[in-house]
């Protein structure tokens, strides 16, 4: 496969536009590419009770594994920034989004790429998911 970064920025970016952030003012997307190629999208969904707000990657993470498919997961793109500023810095993900992202790490047998990119710009910053949350917990410490 070609490299997906920029089209999983691009898609990230699409799914910003409808955050539901009004108490951070900030607009995260996610965009999940799945190993048949397509792609499900996610975004913050804040709550005016603020410890329940839900990331952006979290949503995506959720709505993968609500179609039946999270063993599918090959890579992930997040983009973030304030509302109504075309921030260029990229935005990685929270502790809490690395540990989920993990979870689809482990179940599918992959070391995923996780592409960051800023609300606007070229600047993509890819790492690995063992860079972002080395020596994690997960699926096998319960075995
Ligand atoms: O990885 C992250 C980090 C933050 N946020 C959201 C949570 C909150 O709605 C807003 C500000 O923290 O950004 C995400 O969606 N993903």
New binding site residues.
């Given amino acids: 496969m070609t490299d997906p970064s920029r089209a999983l920025i691009a898609a990230a970016r699409e799914a910003a536009k409808h955050?539901y952030?009004p108490?951070?003012n900030?607009?995260?997307g996610?965009a999940v590419l799945l190993a048949d190629g397509s792609v499900v999208t996610g975004?913050?969904?804040?709550n005016a009770s603020y410890g329940l707000?839900?990331?952006?990657?979290?949503?995506a993470l959720a709505t993968v594994s609500a179609q039946g498919r999270f063993r599918e997961v090959v890579a992930i793109g997040?983009i973030?920034g304030r509302i109504g500023h075309a921030d260029t810095a990229p935005?990685?993900?929270?502790g809490?989004?690395r540990q989920i992202i993990n979870e689809a790490a482990q179940v599918g047998g992959r070391d995923l790429p996780v592409y960051c990119g800023g609300a606007a710009g070229d600047e993509i910053a890819e790492y690995r998911l063992s860079e972002l949350l080395p020596h994690a917990f997960g699926p096998a410490d319960l075995r």
Avoid: H
């Fill in positions: 955050a952030a108490y951070s900030f607009a995260v996610a975004a913050n969904f804040e707000s839900l990331c952006a990657e979290t949503v997040v973030g935005v990685s993900p929270c809490r989004c």
